[in-house]
């Protein structure tokens, strides 16, 4: 009588059963009270997290840069307005 699997068959079978024993214990875990906790989202949540961060301190780059360029915009105008006309060398 054949056999009913072949060794290859076998290794195959049991190449499987660690893979997916392996993936499941990656994408979950257990919680106290015996639930899974599913963490397939954690990436898409971090990189949220990423992009909130960069995100306010852009704001921040852009509000000191704003300001710095409005001081500097009326130490500018203020020099211009206090030079013309004049012939001495004190501006």
């Known amino acids: 009588m054949p056999a009913l699997f072949t060794p290859d068959d076998q290794i195959a079978t049991d190449v499987s059963a660690i893979a997916t024993a392996a ?9 106290p009270g015996g639930r899974r906790q ?40 203020h020099q211009v307005n206090t030079c013309i006309g004049q012939t001495t060398s004190s501006c």
């Open 38 to 77: 599913d963490q397939r989202g954690e990436g898409v949540i971090s990189a949220a997290i990423a992009v909130l961060i960069m995100a306010f301190i852009g704001v921040g780059m852009w509000v000191a840069f704003n300001a710095t360029f409005q001081r500097t915009a009326k130490n500018i105008d």
């Open 23 to 31: 993936h499941d214990a990656h994408v979950s875990r257990l919680r």
